[in-house]
T-cell receptor, first 109, second 114 residues
Framework: TQLLEQSPQFLSIQEGENLTVYCNSS?????LQWYRQEPGEGPVLLVT?????EVKKLKRLTFQFGDARKDSSLHITAAQPGDTGLYLC?????????FGTGTRLQVFP | ETGVTQTPRHLVMGMTNKKSLKCEQH?????MYWYKQSAKKPLELMFV???????ENNSVPSRFSPECPNSSHLFLHLHTLQPEDSALYLC?????????????FGNGTRLTVT
């Protein structure tokens, strides 16, 4: 069974701080997606990474896919209260997406 | 209206009730999904419909019954649920046949079984 573990599970920080969220597995994935779910809403896709070692940037968010395509990280620079939400990674399995356990981020003003 | 719309947003039902969740997508996608989101658990895939045919069941209890009358609408019929079925039920759609396409989620139905 393919599993994706995310860490930390919870993160509470002040506005302006930097943070990194990790998504790890013992399985290789063809690609990996990151979603953000804000309170009361469904998850929204942020990015898809496909190539081992790939780095993608989305404003203050930097996503990296591990060289072996088993792990990924999300780094947020100068976090804002609007970054608050549940961050989910999802790996492309043989026939479906495998979702991670999630990281719940709270950014205080 | 655009995107994926789910109704109702909140639902409280007793264990002997019968209710239905509705999902409608306005994105022209050809695949629709039901996911269950519980606290401290990863998103659980319940059902997948591709081109209006069910392609995955994932051993979901029979008290959950999906229906997909066309590519834009998806229902989840509920009967004799248990308290542990209380969760956020998310509908999603995607365009199959283009590699791994992203999922577009609705805002979910928060279900409480009493």
């Amino acid at each position: 069974t393919q599993l994706l573990e995310q860490s930390p599970q919870f993160l509470s920080i002040q506005e302006g701080e930097n943070l990194t969220v990790y998504c790890n597995s013992s399985s290789v994935f063809s690609s990996l997606q990151w979603y953000r779910q804000e309170p009361g809403e469904g998850p929204v896709l942020l990015v898809t990474v496909v190539t081992g070692g790939e780095v993608k940037k989305l404003k203050r968010l930097t996503f990296q896919f591990g060289d072996a395509r088993k792990d990924s990280s999300l780094h947020i620079t100068a976090a804002q209260p609007g970054d608050t939400g549940l961050y989910l990674c999802a790996g492309e399995g043989p026939d479906k997406l495998i979702f991670g356990t999630g990281t719940r981020l709270q950014v205080f003003p | 209206e655009t995107g994926v719309t789910q109704t109702p947003r909140h639902l409280v039902m007793g264990m002997t009730n019968k209710k239905s969740l509705k999902c409608e997508q306005h994105l022209g996608h050809n695949a629709m999904y039901w996911y269950k989101q519980s606290a401290k658990k990863p998103l659980e895939l319940m059902f997948v419909y591709s081109l209006e045919e069910r392609v995955e069941n994932n051993s979901v209890p029979s008290r959950f019954s999906p229906e997909c009358p066309n590519s834009s609408h998806l229902f989840l019929h509920l009967h004799t649920l248990q308290p542990e079925d209380s969760a956020l039920y998310l509908c999603a759609s995607s365009q199959e046949g283009q590699g791994l396409s992203p999922l577009h989620f609705g805002n979910g139905t928060r279900l409480t079984v009493t």
